[in-house]
T-cell receptor, first 113, second 109 residues
Framework: KAGVTQTPRYLIKTRGQQVTLSCSPI?????VSWYQQTPGQGLQFLFE???????NKGNFPGRFSGRQFSNSRSEMNVSTLELGDSALYLC????????????FGPGTRLTVL | QQPVQSPQAVILREGEDAVINCSSS?????VHWYRQKHGEAPVFLMI?????EQKGHEKISASFNEKKQQSSLYLTASQLSYSGTYFC??????????FGAGTTVTVRA
């Protein structure tokens, strides 16, 4: 079975721009979660989607948004980029419920200049 | 509420044991353990649920003390492949995962 895929793997943007990251979960998985990982703040939960609905949201500003499509693929968007948004953005998929095993993708490394 | 992990780092020789602790000040629904190697994505190790259920697919054991809101991950007879950063993630009844700062484990031959 193919794993979680994320595109692009690397991205360089400038302050003020916006970015869209994509995540394709493992086939059959309906839940997708997004995380931000930085050296300073560690791993932080962004949001979770299940069946095209946002089921949970972390403590991030409204510049961070996401959506999930009917095929369970998910996108994450960050508008008006700031230097502090530079991070590794990880996507994880699981079958359905919160207690199912989460499988992480390789991440998208975003650098904001 | 971010859980507190200890120790921050541990160095082991192959075959030695270690314990990584994770504690929260909040009532927890579940504790999740992950290992991340440098430059790679986190890999699931185990979930421990309130009520005693556990799910894991590695030969690593863990415990969850519901009264103290503490979890411990036990690395027994460590192997070189155990090296990496271990994260605990805790979820309250809102199911939002909060992660600890991580424990760096180095296993030497």
């Amino acid at each position: 079975k193919a794993g979680v895929t994320q595109t692009p793997r690397y991205l360089i943007k400038t302050r003020g721009q916006q970015v869209t990251l994509s995540c394709s979960p493992i086939s059959g998985h309906r839940s997708v979660s997004w995380y931000q990982q930085t050296p300073g703040q560690g791993l932080q939960f962004l949001f979770e989607y299940f069946s095209e609905t946002q089921r949970n949201k972390g403590n991030f500003p409204g510049r961070f948004s996401g959506r999930q499509f009917s095929n369970s693929r998910s996108e994450m968007n960050v508008s008006t980029l700031e230097l502090g948004d530079s991070a590794l953005y990880l996507c994880a998929s699981s079958l359905e419920v919160h207690t199912d095993t989460q499988y992480f993708g390789p991440g998208t490394r975003l650098t904001v200049l | 509420q971010q859980p507190v992990q200890s120790p921050q780092a541990v160095i082991l020789r192959e075959g030695e044991d270690a314990v990584i602790n994770c504690s929260s000040s909040k009532a927890l629904y579940s504790v999740h353990w992950y290992r991340q190697k440098h430059g790679e994505a986190p890999v699931f190790l185990m979930i421990l649920l309130k009520g005693g259920e556990q799910k894991g697919h590695e030969k690593i054991s863990a415990s969850f003390n519901e009264k103290k809101q503490q979890s411990s991950l036990y690395l027994t007879a460590s192997q070189l492949s155990y090296s990496g950063t271990y994260f605990c993630g805790t979820a309250e009844y809102d199911y939002k995962l909060s992660f600890g700062a991580g424990t760096t484990v180095t296993v030497r031959a």
